[in-house]
Every structure is written in structure tokens, then in C-alpha cells.
């Protein structure tokens, strides 16, 4: 049974001893989790809905959120949608300029902020903020106003305790705000972080979340309270958001990690049954897998391989269909799982897997098929911040390897102009925040959402990714080229981290390849090829071959047309901060396009 989604820090305590974890907060990889038990958690957003409450904040007010990972954002979320009040999360990478702007487009009155740096930002803008009256920080504050504005801080502690004094004054108040919030009542605003132009304000309501917790339930009917999860994806990113709502509403135990460069440590140390992640995350994975497997002896190669072919027939030609598995197959399938698949999971910390949904981006159908055949089970779905995460996903059987699944309950998927995905159901959200230009725009004459994304259904319902259609691209030759595809298809090489496709309007196809370092330096001192830097690297020729070997291999089956002519090397990683990157972790192509112009030119020269 779905809770409503201010019901959820509530009956949690309700419905489990004093005992009972709902939350353990990683601070970094090493240090103690700090658990909350159900109990503390709903007390604590009691104190927080008070707190707001006291400090003037009415329904429909706004409250921005700008941390990486913590359970002060759950706090403040659900503090929050008790008062009516809507949360507005800012990613902890957005630069200065998208803050300033997200907090005057949003009116935030109040905002959370998570550590000292992010503390002294805000101060330097709320001069610039007028809205801004409150600023509450993880980290210790004096409580004085700031110079130049109208805003106060206050530590996150005591902004707690305020509340907790206050309870018997705004008690009253917040319990019949929290009755009379609405389906139709805003939750929060998500600024999509777009590849181009000012972010926009998805606004999704209380029932937009009601109903993604609703059927999520009905489809996602293999998890429990048994169930621990990690929370690895930024808060701020509708994905994490609505997973991690949806765990608490299960009654999971929540792992929150604050820092996702050490997610690998934290995995291991949970070893939960439940993640949701982005592709990035397997490519990684399934690239130092690989390269595990090469450096075992013959003998040991011959029985990965086995168990690999095993493994694919057992998990892809009969679970996945739904079929009985033979007896034979079975027993040697579990021959394999404990000498091969078993240790790998258990190297990696998600021996104890139950699911793990993913999505974000395209990703390869053989890395699908990797992680599914040795028993990970790989849910890849697809959806958008404008649908309150999830549009469709892979059922429990039935589903195509290199599709996203069937559409949710009650989520109406058809395919339109141009092939492009259009969507209606309960989880679409009201429009963009202040911008009616941008969200008539965003829907067709009879309501359905344009997604922006090119696909296709087959008979059975099932979704499959064709391309962004914005980013689509045609040659001179009037060939149509999908960057997407072909960079998710390169991306799974292990001396490939990061791939950005050009050639609209041009001759043929290059790309700007970003080596993973890690890999190509172990290479270049097992062939003695001498380096200091990255860049040392790049400029030498045998390492050049070796990605060109690489990619030829990789682009053996595509049409001429689609093959990578030429490419160019790049000693450092497109970046969040450097713009290249949009939040979400998409690339920014105009950027990318400006920025290395003259190297482009002379691929074509």
C-alpha cells in the first residue's frame, strides 16, 4: 500500500519500533554512518515544519535546497510539504549565475545550504536575492543579518530547535496546513538544467508524486521493507528524488552518500539490494570487469567465457521471457554463479542485489546483457524530469534488451511527429514555472507532452530509444547521424571515458575522444611507452593506434556514413564546471563546439 507523499515520515514511525533505521547518512567513505531511526526522522520534520512555519513561510512559498547528498535535504523536503511550501533543489555544481537565477525565478524565501562553501556563496548573492529572507546551513552561522539584505542565517540545528519550542504555538497551524494541501498544490519545482538557454521550473504537484508513488507500487512489486537502498545520484535530480521517496515509502533502509566519487567504497561497505544510477556508473563498471577478466590465465578465461554463455542463456533465453529453466541449465548455472558471478558482484558490493533501475541516458545492449546474464538485475527505464521520473521500464519478464521497458500504470506513451515520444498521465507536470511561452510549447494541441525524444513502440508496447531530437544531426552528404547512440556505443571501450560526436553539416563523422586515463596508463607502462602527464599521452602515436584499433573494432557493423572518420584526443574530462556538462551530466554541444573549434577545423582540413 503507496503512501501519499505527506504521509510518509509519519507512517514510518507508525509502523515500526523506535528501534528501526530510516536513514544512515554517509558523510565520506570512512567515516561512521550516522543513522536516524524512524522515530528521530518524523520528529525531526515535525521540528522542521514548525521551524518554517514560525519563521513566517506560508503555502505556496518557496524553499530552495543547495547541498550534495544529506539527510538535512529530506528533512527540509518533507518539513516543507507538510506546510504546503515547495521545494526548489539547485544541483551543488550549479555555477553562481544559475543559482542567483533559480533562486529570483523560483522568489525562494528561504534556502538550505550544506556545507561552508556553498554558505559563503549564498551570502555573496542574497544581496542580490530580494526574496531571500532565510538562510539555513548544515554547517555552524552566527545568526546575524547579512549586510546588504534582508536575510538571516541560522544553523540547521538550531533552526530544528526553533521548532521544536515552537511546536506548541504552529502545532495547531502546520497539522491543518498538511490536511488541506491539495493534489493540484505544487511540491516542487525541478529547473531542468538544459544543454542550452536558462534552466526551466518543471512544476510538479503533490498528486504528480501521489500517483509516481502509486504505480511505482504496482509495478515495482518485487521490493519490501527487507529491501536498503543507496542514495548515490544527486537529491536534486528527479531520478534520485522520486527513488528515494519511493524507498522510504516502502520502508527501506535509505544510505544516504554524500560524496558519489566514493560510491564504490560506500557499496561495499552497505552491500545494499537496491540503487538507482545513471549508465555512466555500469560503463565504469563493466570497463574494470573486462579488464579483470583479460588479465586471468587461459583457464580461468575458458570458465568466464563459459559461465558468461551460461549465464546469458539462463538469465536471457528463459527468465527473461518468463520461460521454466531446465534442470541441466540450472544446476549449471549455479555451478558458475559461485565461482564466477558470485565474487564479482561481491568485488563490486552488490552481492545482496535485488534491483537496480537505471537510467538518465542511453546504454549499450551488451553491457544490458553483461550484468543480466551473471544475475544483476538491471532495470532500465526512461523518463524525464517533466513526468516525475519514470515513463517506462522494463516489466518483470517480456522485456527487449536495448529497449527502456513498457509504459507505467496509468502513463499513456505514443509516438508522434518526426518519431517523437509524446506522454499523458498523472505523473506529467502542470507546465514550467513563470514561463507560459516555453510550456505551451511543451504540449501538443490534445495535451500530450512532447518529450523532445525520437522513438519507437513496437506490438507489445515496448519503448525503444532512437535519439534526442535536438541533438540529431545531418551530414552534407544528407546523411542523418545519432550522436547519442554512437557515443553510447563507444563509451563502453575501457580506454573511452567520455565521447562527443561531430559532423553537422560536414563531410563524414569525428569525434573528440576523452581517453580513460586510468586504463590507457597501465597500458603505456606495459608497452614502456614513457609519460609524465595526460597530455604526454595523447601525443604519442602508439596510443593514437590504439584507440583507432579500438574504434574500429567497436564501429565494424555501422554504415559507413555513421563511422568515425577522425578523432581527436583531449587530456582532461568534459566538466560540470567548465560548462561542457549540463548538471545531469548531458553535453553541452554548443559549448563543446566553441570551445574547440579550431581543433574540429583541422579534423576537417
Known amino acids: 500500500m503507496s503512501s501519499i507523499l505527506t504521509d510518509i515520515p509519519g507512517n514510518g514511525a507508525a509502523r515500526y519500533d523506535s528501534s528501526r533505521i530510516a536513514i544512515n547518512y554517509y558523510a565520506d567513505a570512512d567515516a561512521a554512518a550516522e543513522p536516524i531511526t524512524w522515530n528521530e526522522f518524523n520528529e525531526q520534520v515535525t521540528a522542521m515544519a514548525n521551524a518554517l512555519a514560525a519563521a513566517g513561510l506560508k503555502p505556496g512559498d518557496k524553499v530552495a535546497l543547495l547541498s550534495s547528498n544529506s539527510a538535512a535535504m529530506l528533512t527540509t523536503d518533507f518539513g516543507a510539504y507538510a506546510n504546503g511550501i515547495v521545494t526548489v533543489s539547485i544541483y551543488a555544481t550549479a555555477s553562481a549565475e544559475q543559482i542567483k537565477f533559480i533562486i529570483n525565478d523560483s522568489g525562494a524565501t528561504a534556502i ?16 542580490k536575492c530580494p526574496t531571500l529572507r532565510l538562510i539555513i546551513t548544515v554547517d555552524g552561522v552566527d545568526g546575524k543579518r547579512i549586510a546588504g539584505s534582508e536575510a ?8 530544528l530547535e526553533q521548532g521544536r519550542r515552537a ?5 495547531a497551524e502546520v497539522a491543518a496546513r498538511t490536511a488541506a494541501v491539495s493534489e493540484d498544490d505544487l511540491a516542487t519545482l525541478i529547473y531542468t538544467s538544459g544543454t542550452t538557454g536558462q534552466p526551466k521550473g518543471a512544476m510538479l504537484t503533490h498528486g504528480n508524486f501521489n500517483a509516481a508513488l502509486r504505480i511505482h507500487h504496482q509495478r515495482l512489486t518485487m521490493l519490501s521493507d527487507r529491501d536498503t537502498s543507496v542514495c548515490f545520484l544527486p537529491l536534486s535530480h528527479i531520478f534520485e528524488k522520486a527513488w528515494t521517496y519511493l524507498c522510504l515509502d516502502y520502508g527501506m533502509v535509505v544510505n544516504v552518500n554524500a560524496d558519489p566519487h566514493v560510491i ?3 557499496l561495499k561497505r552497505v552491500r545494499p539490494t537496491c540503487m538507482c544510477s545513471v549508465p555512466r556508473f555500469w560503463e565504469k563498471v563493466y570497463a574494470a570487469v573486462l579488464a579483470k577478466f583479460e588479465t586471468a590465465g587461459p ?3 575458458l570458465l568466464i567465457r563459459r559461465a558468461l554463455k551460461t549465464g546469458g542463456r539462463r538469465n536471457l533465453h528463459y527468465k527473461r521471457l518468463g520461460l521454466k529453466v531446465p534442470k541441466w541449465l540450472e544446476t549449471r548455472y549455479n555451478f558458475y554463479n559461485r565461482l564466477v558471478f558470485e565474487p564479482v558482484k561481491r568485488a563490486i558490493g552488490i552481492e545482496n542485489g535485488n534491483l537496480f533501475p537505471t537510467a538518465g541516458a542511453p546504454i549499450s545492449a551488451s553491457i544490458v546483457e553483461f550484468f543480466r546474464g551473471i544475475g544483476v538485475e538491471m532495470i532500465i527505464g526512461y523518463g524525464l524530469s ?13 522485456y527487449e534488451i536495448g529497449g527502456v521497458g513498457t509504459a507505467m500504470p496509468e502513463v499513456e506513451i505514443k509516438i508522434g511527429d518526426k518519431n517523437e515520444i509524446l506522454v499523458k498521465g498523472p505523473t506529467v507536470m502542470k507546465g514550467y514555472y513563470h514561463n507560459e511561452k516555453e510550456t505551451a510549447a511543451a504540449f501538443d494541441a490534445d495535451g500530450w507532452l512532447r518529450t523532445g525524444d525520437a522513438g519507437v513502440v513496437d506490438v507489445s508496447g515496448e519503448l525503444t530509444l532512437t535519439e534526442r531530437l535536438k541533438d540529431l544531426f545531418k551530414t552534407s552528404n544528407g546523411k542523418y547521424i545519432a550522436p547519442q547512440s554512437l557515443e553510447t556505443h563507444l563509451a563502453q571501450d575501457k580506454y573511452i571515458e567520455q565521447v562527443a560526436i561531430i559532423g553537422d553539416r560536414r563531410k563524414y563523422v569525428t569525434a573528440i575522444i576523452i581517453p580513460a586515463f586510468n586504463a590507457l596508463r597501465e597500458y603505456a607502462r606495459k608497452k614502456k611507452i614513457l609519460f609524465i602527464t595526460n597530455a604526454d599521452l595523447i ?11 579500438h574504434i574500429d573494432k567497436l564501429q565494424a557493423d555501422l554504415a559507413s556514413y555513421e563511422q568515425i572518420k577522425r578523432f581527436i584526443l583531449l587530456p582532461h574530462e568534459f566538466s560540470v564546471e567548465s560548462g561542457e556538462l549540463t548538471n545531469t551530466l548531458k553535453l553541452r554541444r554548443p559549448v563543446i563546439n566553441r570551445r574547440y573549434a579550431r581543433q574540429i577545423e583541422e579534423m576537417y582540413s
Open 152 to 159: 538571516r542565517s541560522v544553523s540547521f540545528v538550531d533552526f
Open 386 to 398: 517533466e513526468t516525475t521520473a519514470t515513463v517506462t521500464c522494463y516489466p518483470q519478464t517480456g
Open 167 to 171: 511546536s506548541a504555538e504552529y502545532g
Open 539 to 549: 601525443r604519442n602515436m602508439d596510443i593514437h593506434r590504439l584507440i583507432q584499433e
Open 264 to 266: 564504490n567504497k560506500v
Open 112 to 127: 538550505l545550504t550544506g556545507d561552508a562553501q556553498k554558505y559563503s556563496l549564498i551570502r555573496a548573492l542574497a544581496p
Open 299 to 301: 583457464l580461468k578465461r
